[in-house]
């Protein structure tokens, strides 16, 4: 059964079937790399429940992103709201691992950034938080850019992120 037999025949709710998923990702890399092959024929919603599967899984294990690597690079481009923060908390969550590769994803994170969510807003703090703290290439050019969010954003627990990121600086 495919991948998206398994998550369109599951009785699961979203919550659930993320959970469910993202230990069968840990499980079987082929699954995983099944997203990467057929993520066009996923909806939305279907796509937010997988991102955030493999956003537990990336804490878990952050080497099983490879094959979906740039996937999760082009979810940061969706529309719907929650695959943008999904996809986020994954870059977030494998910027120590994969510097070089996550910083390709600073442009749109900074795009996200300026979303009018303020999930989408807090998941791309934390995905350019974790690459200011992994990537010091990345840094430099990051930081003048993060200290302009700053100034523009209005929601504490969002600047609150960016600030940790610099504190780990120290």
Same mark, same amino acid.
């Given at each position: 059964?495919?991948?998206?037999?398994?998550?369109? *025949?599951?009785?699961?709710? =979203?919550k659930a079937?993320?959970?469910?998923?993202?230990? #069968?990702f $840990?499980?079987d %890399?082929?699954?995983?790399?099944?997203?990467?092959e057929?993520?066009?024929?996923f909806?939305?919603?279907e796509k *937010?429940?997988?991102?955030? =599967?493999?956003?537990?899984?990336?804490?878990?294990?952050? #080497?099983? $992103?490879?094959? %979906?690597?740039?996937?999760?690079f082009?979810c940061?481009?969706?529309?719907?709201?929650?695959?943008?923060w999904?996809a986020?908390?994954?870059v977030?969550?494998?910027?120590?691992?994969?510097?070089?590769?996550v910083?390709?994803?600073?442009?749109k994170?900074l795009e996200?950034?300026?979303?009018?969510?303020?999930?989408?807003?807090?998941?791309?703090?934390?995905?350019l938080g974790?690459?200011?703290?992994h990537?010091?290439?990345?840094?430099?050019?990051?930081?003048?850019?993060?200290e302009?969010?700053?100034?523009?954003e209005k929601?504490s627990?969002v600047?609150n992120?960016?600030?940790?990121?610099f504190?780990?600086?120290?």
């Amino acid at each position: 059964m495919t991948l998206l037999e398994r998550l369109r *025949g599951s009785e699961l709710r =979203a919550k659930a079937a993320s959970v469910y998923f993202s230990k #069968e990702f $840990v499980k079987d %890399v082929d699954l995983l790399k099944e997203l990467g092959e057929d993520i066009d024929l996923f909806t939305d919603v279907e796509k *937010g429940i997988l991102m955030e =599967a493999l956003e537990y899984a990336t804490e878990v294990d952050p #080497e099983i $992103v490879e094959p %979906v690597i740039d996937i999760v690079f082009e979810c940061l481009r969706s529309e719907a709201p929650k695959v943008k923060w999904e996809a986020a908390r994954v870059v977030g969550n494998i910027a120590a691992r994969f510097p070089n590769q996550v910083s390709r994803s600073v442009p749109k994170l900074l795009e996200n950034a300026k979303h009018k969510g303020t999930v989408v807003r807090w998941s791309s703090a934390f995905a350019l938080g974790e690459i200011i703290k992994h990537d010091e290439k990345t840094r430099r050019k990051l930081l003048p850019e993060v200290e302009k969010i700053l100034k523009r954003e209005k929601n504490s627990g969002v600047k609150n992120v960016y600030k940790k990121a610099f504190e780990s600086l120290r």
